[in-house]
């Protein structure tokens, strides 16, 4: 009788091992607008994380343990944006990554600090994530400010006096504009028009409008993705040739696809190294790593994402094998000049700024950014 209750039972264990997971996981939350006007971007962020997540996955995780990226869509809608994270948060995934939208992650900010939950790598440059400190957010891009006013001062630098500034009238607008007002300030110079849209129901023919009549030789557009183009559009059915320049949150390759014809010579700041500068170590590894999946070639939003998953890898290493919030949060404030290939990410209990560099880029006519 012994041998078929023997036979019964390593039959049970069988099935209830079959039925767990082979590997356990570390949980890792997003939200972000995967549809909407930032959509193209968006992707091409969370790509890039997912190239570098996947191929620590594969060299067997951070010890024993994947990671996996549950990411869900808010539309960039930063109401949306709460709901999700706050869903994220409930489900009980260690931290929260790669957001996007400066009033979308102002929305899950009280949300940080009441689930004790570290945000990494947020995809917006706003001043209000780095000052004062954010205790939970961990930036691994400069701000729009210093993106915003390093145009104005180049614009100036080769002998344009005339420029127009255009901006979202939310909080990542207002951000944006104070620092080319302090570009302008720095210049001797005030914007020959200045005007805001509604970042949902823009109505640009107006604003079109006075830049035409200002004569603006360059227009800084300060706003997400499909709003930027459509603002573009009309500048040029409108006859102007301004010079045009936007911020990092449009670095995509599919911002560059919605701008059709009127792609070539748009001025976009870049807060990480030249995507196809080889010498660049990290560029250098993303490009390989790319290379092996055969999709595409990389970008600035890829390198972005790429950037922020490898703070968030070394981060959960630093943290050890029995992983908490609270032991993540720790870890990532030991980072000091700590070379992520080619860029050097610094934090302390005081700043969480994480990395300063600002570049300008051109698109070329061949469709590609160029600096």
């Known amino acids: 009788m012994k041998k078929p209750v023997i036979r019964w039972a390593m039959a049970l264990i069988s099935l209830v091992c079959a039925a767990a997971p082979a590997l356990a996981q570390i949980r890792i939350g997003q939200t972000a607008g995967f549809t909407g006007q930032v959509a193209a971007g968006v992707k091409e962020t969370t790509d ?36 999700n994270a706050k869903k994220l948060i409930d489900d009980g995934v260690l931290a929260l990554f790669l957001t996007r939208g400066t009033p979308h992650t102002q929305a899950i900010l009280p ?32 701000s729009y400010q210093r993106e915003a006013e390093r145009a104005v001062r180049h614009l100036s630098l080769i002998g344009t006096t005339r420029i127009g500034l255009i901006h979202a009238d939310d909080a990542f607008g207002a951000d944006g504009a104070a620092g080319a007002m302090k570009g302008f300030e720095a210049v001797g110079r005030q914007p020959v028009a200045q005007d805001t849209f509604d970042r949902s129901k823009p109505e640009l023919a107006p604003l079109v409008a006075k830049l035409i009549k200002a004569d ?35 670095a995509s390759n599919g911002f560059i696809k919605s701008l059709g014809d009127n792609a070539r010579g748009t001025i976009v700041t870049q807060v990480f190294p030249y995507e196809r500068s080889l010498s660049n170590p990290m560029v250098k590894e993303a490009t390989a790593m790319l290379a092996a999946t055969g999709k595409g070639e990389l970008s600035p939003a890829m390198l972005e994402g790429f950037a922020g998953a490898k703070v968030l890898v070394e981060g959960l290493r630093r943290a050890g094998p029995s992983l908490s919030r609270e032991k993540l949060k720790t870890a990532l404030e030991t980072f000091r000049r700590v070379d992520i290939g080619g860029l050097e990410v610094t934090f302390t209990p005081t700043d969480h700024s994480g990395v300063d560099y600002a570049d300008l880029s051109i698109v070329g006519e061949d469709g590609r950014f160029k600096r």
């Open 48 to 83: 890039g994380a997912k190239l570098y997540l996947d191929a620590i996955n594969k060299s067997g995780g951070i010890n024993g343990q994947t990671i996996e990226l549950i990411s869900l869509d808010d539309k960039f809608d930063p109401a949306l944006a709460a709901s």
């Open 111 to 142: 949300l940080l600090s009441a689930a004790r939950i570290p945000l990494i790598a947020p995809s917006t440059g706003s001043m209000v994530l780095h000052q004062p400190v954010q205790p939970w957010v961990f930036n691994v891009r400069s």
């Open 216 to 250: 603006a030789q360059a227009v800084l557009i300060i706003g997400s993705g499909s709003v930027v183009a459509e603002a573009i559009a009309k500048l040029r059915s409108a006859g102007s040739r301004a010079q045009i320049v936007t911020l990092s949150n449009n």
